[in-house]
């Protein structure tokens, strides 16, 4: 098991999934404008909808046929072409950013920000989030996240798994990839990070789809692996 | 007056001199690694004369003639410039990079932890400084500076008075340089802040590089003036 004696000195923070609960906010909160406007839709699946086409949309990126565009560019692009799914062919531009920035607006799972306040007395801690600057700032400020700096895709442009992204944060606090945990609910991003020589933290989020469809553990072998982040900070000896 | 009527979101922050007393703790520091080492200097020349080096080493990177290296490097480039003046002329590798870390241990003027504090209340808060993200972690991390992000130099890939930096720090919060407003005690900042249309606040530090030599008001026009930060935040309504 990692430990500050073997050298850890800051820990990345997948956020999506890992940190907020995405598919809970963005459905109540795109119920709060579209529903004002009368739609009537299942907004869970609304939020899943949304969610799914964000792989495809970091892919044009990843491969290089378009450059580097912040995620809430990427969030608008997706809504358009997934919203006539649900009927919503001609929401307006101030609609459609309005809605964007419902991603601006997710609530932390109930121990994070405690668990982050106890991890930062030891470590740096920061979100190598896929999210763009405004959006981490954002959801810090809602939900008391005390970050020490906000690393991740902006700062690297370009969009997790790719290699520059972990490397970037890791040479923004001036540290080897030894020294830096990636800590996430997802095992293909650990496993990106170890690649590069990160060490990882697995938490589980078994409900981040819907009921029993998260990672309850991890499927790549990790250095540590807790029930949620505040068991990860207890098995780090905080 | 500028008040959050007037659609300031953010406020930036120049951080050596405005927020810290670089001078003092240079000599400080300097005299913890050195004085052990058997050398008695006369301590704040040095740090004098190593931030007498500081312009000359970023213009090399304004005019193009160096590709971008962060403040750390300048730093320490400076001091290998600057420590012969001094009979400095054998510093091994060691006592080279302890040294440079002796900026990453700045005090804070003492007003300033809880006026930023106050300050994020209402507005977003950031460095907007030509140190680099590991530095103004450790300064942050030191002095309980509540940034919600690390911005400036490094983001931008080059530095201050570069009108890139400023509109850098605003494209990373999606927002318009006139609802950004540049806080520091130097004019020269600030004239560069507003001729990109960001708004201005001026801080009085009049022993920045001892008593009686630094500004103690503008020499320019600026949007609002303090005494110090806390006057700041209460003449913005605070």
Redesign the interface.
């Known amino acids: 098991m990692p430990s500050p004696e073997l050298g850890v000195r800051a820990l990345f923070f997948d956020v999506f999934g890992t940190l907020v609960d995405w598919r809970t906010s963005v459905a109540r909160e795109s119920e709060l404008i579209l529903g004002t406007l009368g739609f009537e839709l299942d907004w869970l699946a609304f939020a899943d909808a949304w969610r799914g086409e964000y792989q495809p949309g970091m892919e044009e990126v990843r491969a290089g046929r378009l450059p580097f565009s912040k995620l ?1 560019v990427l969030h608008r692009a997706n809504l358009v072409r997934m919203a006539p799914r649900f009927g919503l062919d001609n929401l307006s531009d101030e609609v459609l950013d309005d809605l964007t920035l419902v991603w601006h607006r997710l609530d932390a799972w109930p121990e994070v920000p405690a668990a982050l306040t106890r991890l930062k007395a030891r470590f ?1 801690i920061a979100p190598v989030s896929n999210g ?3 959006l ?2 954002d959801l ?2 809602r939900n008391g996240l ?6 991740g895709a ?2 690297a442009g370009d969009y997790k798994p790719k290699p520059r992204v972990y490397l970037a944060a890791c040479a ?3 540290l080897a990839p030894s020294q830096c945990m990636m800590v996430a609910a997802h095992s293909n991003d650990l496993a990106a990070a170890a690649a590069q020589g990160l060490r990882t933290g697995h938490i589980a989020r078994p409900n981040e789809h819907g009921p029993g469809t998260g990672e309850t553990s991890p499927s790549i072998e990790v250095d540590v692996a807790g029930r949620d982040l505040a068991d990860l900070a207890t098995k780090l000896g905080l």
């Open positions: 809430d740096r763009n600057i405004s981490m700032v810090a400020r005390p970050w020490d700096a906000i690393l902006e700062i923004a606090l001036d």
